[in-house]
């Protein structure tokens, strides 16, 4: 059963441009979280889709979006990107689903490291 | 503001020693709390979780963690560890009923001499 995927796992990219980092939830989770991780920072929770729709948002720009497809994958997209946006990338997926212990864990996949020269 | 405060950034313990890693956090309510390890160039792998009920609680790995409401706090410890428990260790905490939007510490990095 696979996990949490992300591709690319690498990547560099030059100030300006735009980036679109993916995800293939775990099977049987319909929800995907994403969240930046700066060198010595803990992730950072950007937003999170579910039914196609961003849910929730954390403090970030509107530079920052999202897509969620009918298969439950998702896109990560950064549009004019700055030097501080080098981070490693992380997805991850839940069941909306609740279990009898009363909340779902969230599945990490090993990130997208995303570098901004 | 929800904060996590893991206080030690760096941990060096002794191959069979005994370790704890510092939680603290700022919340509203009682949250959902959670470590989670984090290996080089890995993602995060869940160690354990507190929701309600007992406080100590025990996950994978020989880890636990007790929840002390009056501190505000979620420690976690292993009596004995092996040199594969180096990795950086991160403590969460997520409202109940918010499933996707964890606010996490900073991370303490452990070392382990042999």
């Known amino acids: 059963d696979a996990g949490v995927t992300q591709s690319p796992t690498h990547l560099i990219k030059t100030r300006g441009q735009q980036v679109t980092l993916r995800c293939s939830p775990k099977s049987g989770h319909d929800t995907v979280s994403w969240y930046q991780q700066a060198l010595g920072q803990g992730p950072q929770f950007i937003f999170q889709y579910y039914e196609e729709e961003e849910r929730q948002r954390g403090n970030f720009p509107d530079r920052f979006s999202g897509h969620q497809f009918p298969n439950y994958s998702s896109e990560l997209n950064v549009n004019a990107l700055l030097l501080g946006d080098s981070a490693l990338y992380l997805c991850?997926?839940?069941?909306?689903?609740?279990?009898?212990?009363?909340?779902?864990?969230?599945?990490f996949g090993a990130g997208s490291r995303l570098t901004v020269l | 503001a929800q904060s996590v405060t893991q206080p030690d950034i760096h941990i060096t313990v002794s191959e069979g020693a005994s370790l704890e890693l510092r939680c603290n956090y700022s919340y509203g309510a009682t949250p959902y709390l959670f470590w989670y390890v984090q290996s080089p160039g890995q993602g995060l792998q869940l160690l354990l979780k507190?929701?309600?009920?007992?406080?100590l609680v025990q996950g994978i790995k020989g880890f636990e963690a007790e929840f002390k409401r009056s501190q505000s706090s979620f420690n976690l410890r292993k009596p004995s560890v092996h040199w594969s428990d180096a990795a950086e260790y991160f403590c969460a905490v997520g409202a109940r009923g918010s499933q996707g939007n964890l606010i996490f510490g900073k991370g303490t990095k452990l070392s382990v001499k042999p």
């Open positions: 991850a997926s839940s069941s909306s689903r609740r279990p009898a212990s009363g909340a779902n864990v969230l599945t």
């Open positions: 507190y929701f309600s009920g007992d406080t």
